[in-house]
Nanobody, 127 residues
Framework: VQLQASGGGLVRTEDSLKLSCAASGRAYTGDVVGWFRQAPGKEREFVAAISWSGDNTYYSDSVKGRFTVSRNSAKNMVYLQMNSLRPEDSAVYYC?????????????????????WGPGTLVTVSS
């Protein structure tokens, strides 16, 4: 499956953005989809993830309460709604997918568990 994240841009503190992750090549059926981000000079970090059914979602502590991950299986899309953005949210955001992830928070939040990655989309939040 090929993934493509979009929706990034330059916004101000407290603004909102909605990122989208489109899958092509095959449907997302059965996939866990995660969002990760990487700021300059920093390691890639987990942001949010959603199970295939949508019943299970996980968030990093830094975005909990501000970001919401969702999916529309009919459209083969996964979204990341980001509200109350802060300068420290500035990063390249990546979506990733895999069918072979254990249904645990540790697995969902680990980049090494994801097989498919798309090119990122840049989010810049100005103060």
């Amino acid at each position: 499956v090929q993934l493509q994240a979009s929706g990034g841009g330059l916004v101000r503190t407290e603004d909102s953005l909605k990122l989208s992750c489109a899958a092509s090549g095959r449907a997302y059926t059965g996939d866990v989809v995660g969002w990760f981000r990487q700021a300059p000079g920093k390691e890639r970090e987990f942001v949010a993830a959603i199970s295939w059914s949508g019943d299970n979602t996980y968030y990093s502590d830094s975005v909990k309460g501000r970001f919401t991950v969702s999916r529309n299986s009919a459209k083969n899309m996964v979204y990341l709604q980001m509200n109350s953005l802060r300068p420290e949210d500035s990063a390249v955001y990546y979506c990733a997918a895999s069918k072979s992830i254990a249904n645990t928070q540790v697995a969902f939040t680990s980049p090494s568990q994801y097989i498919y990655w798309g090119p990122g989309t840049l989010v810049t939040v100005s103060s």
